[in-house]
Nanobody, 125 residues
Framework: QVQLVESGGGLVQPGGSLRLSCAAS????????IGWFRQAPGKEREGVSC????????MNRESVKGRFTISRDNAKNTVYLQMNSLKPEDTAVYYC??????????????????WGQGTQVTVSS
């Protein structure tokens, strides 16, 4: 069964850090581009960051540039999102998603085939 499982969310104070993990089971991630998305209450799901299957290409939305870093460890079948200098506006449920492609990556939702269930990130004092 193809499955993506996110972990690492929680409550953190503004300025703090969290590292999210996205672990795959039932398939190997090394031929998949991975995206991280988030959805805040009352808002649409938006793309945050993505990384190509090779790890050589990555992309971040403007509001997280310089604060969030995406990486992958194909040997562990896991992708990470390191989030630093967190702000209250980063509060959301964070999802990872996968699409089988060697053509870079995208932070638009459409192409993604597999989705995790999400992990809550709350930034508050």
């Amino acid at each position: 069964q193809v499955q993506l499982v996110e972990s690492g969310g929680g409550l953190v104070q503004p300025g703090g850090s969290l590292r999210l993990s996205c672990a795959a089971s039932g398939f190997t991630l090394d031929s998949y581009s991975i995206g991280w998305f988030r959805q805040a209450p009352g808002k649409e799901r938006e793309g945050v960051s993505c990384i190509s299957s090779s790890g050589r290409v990555s992309m971040n939305r403007e509001s997280v540039k310089g604060r969030f870093t995406i990486s992958r460890d194909n040997a562990k079948n896991t992708v990470y999102l390191q989030m630093n200098s967190l702000k209250p506006e980063d509060t959301a449920v964070y999802y990872c998603a996968a699409v089988q492609t060697s053509l870079g990556c995208t932070i638009t939702r459409g192409p993604y085939e597999h989705w995790g269930q999400g992990t809550q990130v709350t930034v508050s004092s």
